[in-house]
């Protein structure tokens, strides 16, 4: 969807829950672990038993940190929770833990690239905030037998929340955003990503407004669990809107919900503001307080960051921006490529398969490039012949494709195909002089000024050598022979 869609612009802010990778509990020492049995994993803190107390979980703090080192954000060294008041029945202390005026990461930004026609433009998404908070626990309804369950195993368990500025202008900027956000939660390892499961939940503000106007009332599509439901709910939405405006039909905020069967989305409830929640200081926790030398010593625990590594890549091996910021979209393609780069000494050959070929069949086979059956070692032979002209790019294909079935090694496919360039000048000059020979109206007409007739010389030279002659070989003879 275009950034104007029938005369309107769309706005769009994400609000994204990421389940951080601890162990156990924000606030208690029961287990996180996923797919456990209904209410195994809820302790006397999570299902707010009388006298009990919350105690922070210092590895969810340190998440947190990582994450505003990674999206260049402030980490405040004082903030504080707020008690978030309201009712659910999976909310066991009728409010939920979070932080509201104070946040323990603010600001940053997330940067991506996106295609918009024919141009590859670099789009960045400023943050507001991220904060830490708990999660709440989950109905269970059995529609077949009419009744409901609350599973509080969830509750309790640490997330990130992670606010943007209402700063993307269509579906597509919003499912870049999302899965670059996704890429470096799961880079750094403080989230697994798994959106199935619930651990990297997303939620869209959208709205529509004429270019230049105020800012249009927004409705939240809530849980969105994958980036093609994404997609398709924020396109759904964006009519939806332009369709109640067009119609004379005032939007009233709301929180809404997608099915994904229908395509459509549909109000859940009317949307609360900050003042129906009664925001007010949880008298159970203290002040948040991270020193500067906390953050320091993180920081150097941490792994190279995917834009460092992309920064990186730029400087040591030459490549272009968008191809260092593709080969880092998870650790395992950027060890992948650097590895072969390293062996062939070919960087942007190898960025060109691997981003190429190679993502094509992963792609295809809907496998992570841990699974692809050729090697990073087996790569960079194949683009070794290449690079000394053993084989055209042509006959690189034919490799590859043996090399993906796994019927043998580099050489070996070489060989046992035939695939070798004529690389004897004797030899491949008798073939020249012959096609130029069977071909007088070609040479004619290139001499007089016509340069296409010279692909009418090519054609006959690369079948007489049964593809073997190299291309550029052949041009540079065939310009000698015809005096230009």
């Known amino acids: 969807m275009s950034k104007l869609v029938q005369g309107y612009e769309v706005v769009i802010g994400f609000e994204t829950h990421a389940q951080l990778s601890t162990t156990s509990k924000i606030f208690s020492r029961a287990a996180t672990a996923f797919g456990a049995e209904a209410n195994t994993q809820a302790c006397a803190v999570d299902m707010a038993l009388p006298g009990t107390l919350p105690v922070m979980n210092i590895g969810a703090v340190e998440r947190a940190i990582e994450f505003g080192l990674a999206i260049n954000a ?146 939240e599509i ?116 650097e590895a072969t780069a390293k062996a062939c000494g070919q960087a942007k050959l190898a960025s060109n398969w691997i981003m190429g070929e190679v993502s094509r069949r992963l792609n295809a086979g809907e496998m992570a490039i841990e699974q692809a059956p050729v090697s990073a070692a087996q790569l960079a032979a194949l683009i070794g012949r290449i690079s000394d002209n053993t084989i055209s790019n042509n006959a690189a294909r034919q490799v590859f494709e043996g090399l993906w079935n796994k019927e043998g090694e580099v050489d070996a496919l070489i060989e046992a195909k035939g695939l070798k360039q004529m690389n004897d000048t004797g030899e491949l000059e008798k073939i020249i002089d012959e096609v130029l020979a069977a071909n007088p109206k070609n040479v004619e007409e290139f001499k007089a000024g016509n340069a296409k007739a010279l692909n009418g010389l090519v054609g006959p030279i690369m079948k007489a050598s049964k593809g073997k002659a190299n291309p550029g070989q052949v041009n540079a003879l065939l310009m000698k022979k015809l005096g230009s």
């Open 74 to 219: 402030h980490i405040a060294e004082r903030s504080i929770f707020a008690r978030k008041n309201y009712f659910y029945p999976d909310l066991p202390k009728g409010y939920q833990i979070s932080q509201f005026e104070i946040p323990v990461v603010q600001g940053g930004e997330v940067s991506f690239f996106l295609e918009e026609g024919q141009a590859t433009v670099r789009k960045t998404v400023r943050l507001e905030r991220a904060h830490l908070e708990e999660d709440a626990g989950k109905s269970l309804h059995e529609d077949f037998i009419g009744q409901s369950g609350i599973d509080l195993n969830r509750a309790g368990t640490p997330l990130l929340e992670i606010v943007t500025q209402p700063d993307m202008r269509s579906s597509e900027e919003a499912v870049a955003y999302a899965k670059e956000l996704h890429k470096i939660v799961t880079w750094i390892g403080i989230c697994d990503g798994n959106m199935q499961e619930g651990s990297f939940r997303c939620d869209a503000n959208v709205s529509v407004r004429k270019p230049g106007g105020e800012l249009g009332t927004r409705r």
């Open 222 to 337: 809530k849980n969105l669990n994958s980036f093609k439901f994404m997609q398709q709910a924020i396109d759904y939405e964006v009519r939806w809107q332009i369709d109640q405006i067009e119609d004379g039909i005032a939007i009233q905020q709301a929180t809404v919900l997608f099915d994904p069967d229908t395509g459509e989305t549909r109000a859940m409830r009317t949307k609360e503001d900050a003042a129906d929640y009664r925001y007010f200081p949880d008298p159970d926790l203290p002040p948040l307080v991270i020193g500067r030398d906390w953050v320091e010593r993180v920081k150097g625990e941490m792994a190279e960051l995917p834009r460092v590594m992309a920064e990186r890549f730029v400087k040591d091996y030459a490549l272009p921006e968008y191809d260092a910021t593709q080969l880092t979209q998870s650790k395992a393609v950027a060890a992948y490529f």
